[in-house]
């Protein structure tokens, strides 16, 4: 069974910083973009952002540079630097992994919240 591992969620103040860690196995790693969705309370899940194997991006329009995803192959693990953390960002972020062709995987979240 294939899973996915999250850390690094918790509180973080308005302003503050917060990574987020993602292991996969190393198998599905090497293969798959790595990503990052949230889904706070009431709303739609949302994309944060995305890494392929080879390293290209993409955010949501709403991170607006504050935040960075990046991956670490020797640990086979993705991470989401946060910076600049708002209240709105209070979300249960997720990992996911996924290729074109094959089922998707996610883990099953961290929670994240944004408050003074």
């Known amino acids: 069974q294939v899973q996915l591992v999250e850390s690094g969620g918790g509180l973080a103040q308005p302003a503050g910083s917060l990574t987020l860690s993602c292991r996969a196995p190393?198998?599905?790693?090497?293969?798959?973009?790595m990503g990052w969705y949230r889904q706070a309370p009431g709303k739609q899940r949302e994309m944060v952002a995305r890494?392929?194997?080879?390293?290209?991006?993409n955010y949501g329009d709403f991170v607006k540079g504050r935040f960075i995803i990046s991956r670490d192959a020797a640990k086979s693990t993705a991470y989401l630097q946060m910076n600049d953390l708002q209240p709105e960002d209070t979300a249960v972020y997720y990992c996911?992994?996924?290729?074109?062709?094959?089922?998707?995987?996610w883990g099953k979240g961290t929670q994240v919240t944004v408050s003074s």
């Open positions: 890494i392929t194997d080879e390293g290209r991006t």
């Open positions: 190393t198998l599905i790693f090497n293969l798959y973009r």
């Open positions: 996911n992994a996924d290729r074109p062709g094959a089922r998707d995987y």
